[in-house]
């Protein structure tokens, strides 16, 4: 049996559930890794220099074996995200740190600690195979999968699962992730896939789309209404483009961040009215590595005002972290919110707390998203009021070359990548629905 039967009894409409229970499994299958002894291969390298292309690897690994809870799914397609950049070039740290971290904890969990790592945090595809006490799911069944990898087994998680002491990110903290052929996940990970999207489609909001939904909308994150003005980095970029979405649909009135006049026509083109392109306005909240310069924040909040009629910012939306926290926390109103989850220009942020604390400001950490908060993201695709933001697509012989584009920066929305799919476009079951959005579904599409 090999991964082509697996695609044939996909691509077949007659295929019933006992059809796919009854494939036989293939001993091996295509994957994207990184490989444990080149963890050094960037030693000394700038951030920026690190390439991605040179670390990925498209391997033949063997199937994992699967335990109680868990299910084999048949990937389509993937997308990338950045937690892949970060594995792929071995920064904050090794990813294989986590492997062995989690490999510790239980003889099933040493499945995971391996020399190679399949990474990985979003799939589309069909359920081949459920393991003991799997009762909603069954082979055959049309999926997306979130990243939220949870064992529940301490009480701290049970009232929302982020906080459960033993919680990974699928593809990122665990093993046997997205970009591949097939991936085993935790059946309480999957969702159903909404049926008038490709493949490709399904498969690129996942990670980022949960996520936004939590750091914006949740009141585990920053709780957002109607009339907020919520200021976006990024707000073209694969979490930005979600959070402008839920901004635009829920009633608050979004300040979108850029670096490009053609970035600035994608947030037009979703509804943005209020858009900063910040290359070409020049703001250098650093005079130099060490010092940030107040004006500049002054400048960006006075530019902000021009754009609200005079009004500060609810809620700042962050995730660059380093380079712009310090500017995000002067330009928040009174009361006002700052949510982020992440620092990609630096976590070591530097900001001047006598605006935060004299005007009573938040800070709130997020982190992806639990399996309701991403339930309910993903119902928001599945009914066509969010639509994903996939401009291009690779095959999976090129994810590195997809990681070097969204490492660089050189990339709109999600990247797609597609892993049994042979082509783009297959996977739609809704037809009618499909037409009523395709304008809005097509929206980044080779840009
Ligand atoms: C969905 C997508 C998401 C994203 O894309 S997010 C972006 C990508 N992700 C990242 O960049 C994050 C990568 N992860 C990390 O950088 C690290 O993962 C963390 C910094 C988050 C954590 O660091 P660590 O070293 O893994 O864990 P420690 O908690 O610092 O543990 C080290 C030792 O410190 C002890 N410790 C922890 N808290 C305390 C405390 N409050 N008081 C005293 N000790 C403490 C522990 O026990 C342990 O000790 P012992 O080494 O002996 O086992
Ligand atoms: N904790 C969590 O659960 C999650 C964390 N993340 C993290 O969030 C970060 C962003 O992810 P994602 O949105 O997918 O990445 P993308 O690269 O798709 O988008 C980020 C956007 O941020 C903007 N940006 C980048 N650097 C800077 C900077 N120095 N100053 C201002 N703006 C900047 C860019 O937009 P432009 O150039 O147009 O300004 C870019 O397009 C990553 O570090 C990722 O690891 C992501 C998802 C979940």
Known sequence: MTVKDILAAIQSPDSTSEDFAALPLPESYRAITVHKDETEMFAGLATRDKDPRKSIHLDEVPLPELGPGEALVAVMASSVNYNSVWTSIFEPLSTFGFL????????????????YHIIGSDLAGVVLRTG??????????????????????????????????????????????????IALVKSNQLMPKPDHLSWEEAAAPGL?????????VSRNGAGMKQGDNV???GASGGLGSYATQFALAGGANPICVVSSEQKANICRSMGAEAIIDRNAEGYKFWKDENTQDPKEWKRFGKRIRELTGGEDIDIVFEHP???????SVFVTRKGGTITTCASTSGYMH???????WMSLKRII???????REAWEANRLIAKGKIHPTLSKVYSLEDTGQAAFDVHRNLHQGKVGVLCMAPEEGL??????????????INRFRNI
């Open 100 to 115: 062995e971290r989690y490999g510790r904890t239980s003889e099933l969990a040493k499945r995971h600690d391996l020399p």
């Open 132 to 181: 003991p006490g799997v009762n909603a799911w069954r082979p055959g069944d049309e999926v997306v999968a979130h990243c939220l990898s949870v064992e529940l087994e301490s009480s701290d998680g049970h009232n929302d699962t982020m906080l459960d002491p033993e919680q990974r990110i699928w593809g990122f903290e665990t093993n046997f992730g997205g970009l591949a052929e």
């Open 208 to 216: 980022v789309n949960s996520t936004a939904y939590r750091q914006l």
């Open 231 to 233: 200021l976006i980095w």
């Open 321 to 327: 972290g380093r380079e712009t926290f310090g500017a």
């Open 350 to 356: 530097e900001y001047d707390n006598r605006y935060l």
């Open 365 to 371: 950490g997020s982190h992806f998203a639990n399996y």
């Open 427 to 440: 996977g739609v079951r809704d037809q009618a629905k499909r037409a009523q959005h395709i304008d809005a």
